[in-house]
C-alpha cells in the first residue's frame, strides 16, 4: 500500500505543477521530505513525504493533502540481524467548499489515516460545515472552520468504532518576513465516546527561489485509544519544501 500512496503523491506534484502552469493565481501547491523522529505508540528515526494541492477562485475552494512515514530497523538476536518495520503511516485529507462572500464559505471535510502502531486497521471521519476567513492580508491569516462530522474507525482485531463528532479548526499564519512563516494548526474532533486533538505548529524558512526548510512539531492526542496504547504522539520534523 505504501507505494501506493508514494505513486499518488508523486502523481499531485505532476498535476500540480502542470495546473499552476495553466492558472498560476488560482493553483499552489508543495511538496516536502526529511527526517522524522517520534514518540508514543513508535519511536523511530523515520523518512517522511508529504505533499499538498491547493485551488481558490471567486466562489470555489479546495484542498488535498496526502502524506507517508516508513522506517525500518535492524535488530540483532542470537548473533542474526533481523530487518523490521518500526513506523508505517499514511494520511490522505480532503477539502472542497463554496464561497457565498469572499470571507464566508460552506465547506466538506473527509480524512483518512492507516497508521499500523496505532491500534487501528484504520480511521476515518467527515465533517460539513461553515468557514471564515477572520483576518486575510499579507501578514496574517486567521481561518476557522466549525460543524458536525461523523467518525468511523476499524480496530486491529476487526471491531469497528462510530459515532457522531463536533468538528472545529482553527488555522494562524503570521509572515515574519518575506523569507520567514510562522503558522499553527488546531484540529478538535469531539464525540460521546472519544475527543482527538491535533496540533501542527511549523516554522518555514525561504533557502532560494522555490525551496525552503521547514521545522514542524505535531501533538496528536485521543482520549480513547486501544488497550496498550499512548494517548499521545508526537512527531518533530524537519524537512525540505518545494513550492509550486
Not at 10 to 15: F, G, K, Q, S
Not at 39 to 61: C, D, Q
Not at 126 to 146: F, H, M, P, Q, S
Amino acid at each position: 500500500m505504501k507505494y501506493r500512496i508514494l505513486l499518488i503523491i508523486a502523481a499531485v506534484l505532476i498535476a500540480g505543477g502542470v495546473a499552476c502552469a495553466e492558472d498560476e493565481k488560482a493553483w499552489r501547491g508543495s511538496g516536502e521530505v526529511g527526517f522524522l523522529m517520534t514518540t508514543g505508540n513508535s519511536e523511530t528515526e523515520s523518512v517522511n513525504t508529504k505533499a499538498g494541492l491547493e485551488y481558490e477562485n471567486a466562489h470555489l475552494l479546495s484542498e488535498i493533502n496526502l502524506a507517508a512515514l516508513y522506517s525500518s530497523e535492524e535488530t540483532e538476536t542470537d548473533g542474526e540481524t533481523e530487518k523490521t518495520t518500526s513506523a508505517e503511516k499514511y494520511n490522505a485529507d480532503a477539502k472542497i467548499g463554496y464561497k457565498f462572500r469572499p470571507v464566508d464559505y460552506v465547506f466538506f471535510n473527509a480524512a483518512y489515516e492507516d497508521d499500523r502502531f496505532s491500534g487501528y486497521d484504520y480511521r476515518s471521519n467527515y465533517a460539513a460545515g461553515y468557514g471564515r476567513k477572520l483576518v486575510n492580508n499579507d501578514t496574517v491569516k486567521l481561518n476557522i472552520e466549525v460543524g458536525p462530522g461523523y467518525r468511523y474507525d476499524k480496530l486491529d482485531n476487526g471491531q469497528t468504532e462510530d459515532e457522531t463528532v463536533f468538528r472545529g479548526y482553527l488555522m494562524f499564519h503570521f509572515q515574519l518576513s518575506k523569507q520567514a512563516a510562522f503558522q499553527q494548526e488546531i484540529t478538535l474532533l469531539a464525540g460521546p465516546d472519544n475527543t482527538g486533538t491535533k496540533s501542527i505548529t511549523a516554522l518555514k524558512s525561504q533557502i532560494a527561489g522555490a525551496l525552503s526548510l521547514k521545522a514542524t512539531y505535531t501533538v496528536d492526542h485521543n482520549a480513547h485509544v486501544p488497550d496498550d496504547k499512548a494517548h499521545t504522539d508526537t512527531e518533530t520534523a524537519l524537512t525540505l519544501v518545494y513550492d509550486f
